[in-house]
Structures are given as C-alpha cells and as structure tokens.
C-alpha cells in the first residue's frame, strides 16, 4: 500500500486529514486540529534542508495520525511504512 492510498483511506474511515511541508505540519479530524507544528503552507522545498525538513515534518505527521485513528488502519501502517523506504532490508 502507498502513502497516498493509506491517506485517503485515513480521510474515509477516519476522517483524518494530514497536511505537511517544510514549513510545518496540521493533523485534523474533520473541522478539529488534533495536532499542528509550525506554519504549513502548501510549497515545494527548495533545498536539501527543506526536503529533509518536509520529510520530517510528514513522519511527525503520520505518528500523530496514528494515535488517533482505529486499530485496523494501525495495523496496516507496517505496510505503509516499508514501502516508503525502498531501500530497507531485512537484516538477517
């Protein structure tokens, strides 16, 4: 499952939204914020710093995320999470 799939998922069982960049992030569900850093805006980083910066920034997000939504979406966030680092092998 990718990242997008398990936020739209998110946004219908759960009715969250999570929104991030550089600059910040906003985790809500429906109209309340359940968490917010920073002040998101929707840019492209520019450079390095602020690509890792938005990585982080969507990390912090996720795990928020995740101590609000339902169990069945927690479980699947292993999936989630192994697809977004291609690079991750299992050490033996």
Do not use: W
Not at 60 to 80: H, I, K, Q, T
Request: hydrophobic share 35%.
């Amino acid at each position: 499952m990718s990242l997008s799939d398990f936020l739209r998922l998110l946004g219908q069982q759960d009715n969250i939204t999570i929104h991030f960049s550089h600059l910040g992030y906003v985790v809500r569900r429906g109209d309340i914020i359940l968490d917010q850093r920073g002040n998101h805006e929707p840019v492209k980083p520019v450079t390095s710093a602020h690509k890792i910066r938005k990585t982080a920034n969507m990390y912090c997000s996720l795990s928020v995320a995740m101590m609000y939504c339902s169990d069945d979406l927690r479980s699947m966030f292993g999936d989630v999470m192994a697809t977004l680092n291609p690079l991750y092998k299992e050490r033996r």
